[in-house]
């Protein structure tokens, strides 16, 4: 049974988290459901931006269900859920659609390395934002020392990586990690998230390549992304292409 789902509501798709029971805590299955939803929606034309939230009211997503991880080797716990959780939360973040995380509640570990995947986030008064890995013998692994410190001041990781502090929802807008902190956090998502709909999809897409190449997010392949694009409507391109299907040797334009 699917615990992320993935729903489109004509150009915006929503990603959702569904395990409340468990604080929407990922289990191998969700990272693989949420791996496959991130293929899906790369090659969904149609669809202009992603909304990722979560069901329930006690949590965004508490990070990492212990009971799938806690009984692992350590190199099976290092080969397998902490690279495979990381490659799987960098496609998300690497998704060329624009996307809105909804934290109608609290995000923990992983659950706040999912939220620093998307490129803005609409936060609730009562949610807190934390990183309580070492309280449980561990240490954040899906990139909350890694993307996090892209977003948030070295302190403030450490405050809440070292020293288990919580970090509340009016002090993380004003520290930039979150757009706004309202009651209705999805209303308000979804009100930014049509906002997107009148501007230039290929606009949105390479200002967020542009913006991710400057932020250190997979720079290289954001810079061969932007020239793949620029070559691709060139006329050399073409011409090279049909020299090679006509198999004789190309005359470029130069242009």
């Known amino acids: ?3 992320v789902h993935l729903q489109t509501d004509g150009p915006i798709a929503h990603v959702v988290l569904d395990n409340p029971a468990k604080l929407n805590a990922f289990t191998p299955e969700m990272l693989a459901q949420l791996e ?13 931006c992603v909304i990722l939230r979560s069901e329930g009211e006690r949590a965004f ?8 991880w806690a009984p692992l080797s350590p190199f099976d716990f ?21 996307t809105i995380g909804v934290l109608q509640a609290h995000a923990f570990g992983g659950g706040l390395e999912l939220a620093a995947c998307c490129d803005i986030r609409v936060m609730a008064p009562g949610a807190t934002l934390a990183l309580p890995e ?25 405050e809440m990586a070292l020293f288990g502090r919580r970090i509340e929802a009016p002090r993380a807008h004003a520290l930039g990690f979150v757009a706004e902190v309202v009651e209705d956090p999805l209303a308000v998502a979804e009100t930014i998230a049509a906002g997107v709909l009148k501007a230039s999809p ?3 897409e390479v200002a967020k390549y542009q ?4 932020a250190g997010e997979d720079t290289s392949a954001m810079i061969e992304a932007l020239g793949g694009g620029m070559i691709g409507a060139s006329a050399d ?12 040797k190309p005359e470029f334009p130069g242009a």
């Open 1 to 3: 049974m699917s615990a």
């Open 36 to 48: 496959a939803h991130c293929a899906t929606l790369e090659r969904a034309a149609a669809i202009r």
């Open 61 to 68: 997503c508490a990070g990492a269900d212990i009971k799938a």
């Open 78 to 98: 290092a080969r397998h859920w902490v690279r495979e959780g990381h490659r799987i939360f960098d496609r998300l973040a690497r998704l060329s659609k624009p």
């Open 134 to 158: 070492a309280q449980v013998g561990i240490v954040p692994g899906w990139s909350g020392t890694q993307r996090l410190l892209r977003l948030l001041p070295e302190p403030v990781v450490k």
């Open 202 to 204: 290929r606009a949105t």
């Open 211 to 214: 913006i991710h190449a400057a």
């Open 237 to 248: 391109k073409a011409e090279g292409v049909a020299a090679f299907a006509e198999k004789r």
